[in-house]
C-alpha cells in the first residue's frame, strides 16, 4: 500500500490500546500526504464491541487528561481513594499512626 495516496483508514475489530490506533490513522496522514483522510470505525451494535468502544473512550480521556497533560502532579490531578482506587486498593489510613505518634523520627 503506497501510504502517500492513501486517504482512507478504516478500524475493524478494534484494538484494546487506542494509540494502536491512532498510529494507523498517522501512517496515511504523513509522508507528503495532500489529500484529505477519512476515518472510519466500525462497531456492530449489540456486542461486546460496543463495550470495548466505551473502554476506549475512557481509556483516551484518562491518558489525554493525566498523561497528555504533561502534569506529573497526581495529587492535584487524584485524591487517594482514586488513585490507589485504579490498583483495587484501600488509600492507607493515616490517622492510626498519627494519633500514637509512629513514624515520627527522633
Known sequence: MNLQEASYVFHFDRWWNPAVEHQAEDRTYRLGQTSPVHVYQ???ENTIEE???QIL???QALFDELVDDV???LKSRLTAEE???LFGLAPPDRSKGAD???GNLK
Do not use: M, V
Open 83 to 85: 488513585l490507589f482506587g
Open 57 to 59: 473512550i475512557e481509556k
Open 51 to 53: 463495550r470495548i468502544e
Open 42 to 44: 466500525y462497531t456492530c
Open 100 to 102: 500514637k505518634g509512629e
Open 71 to 73: 502534569s506529573i502532579d
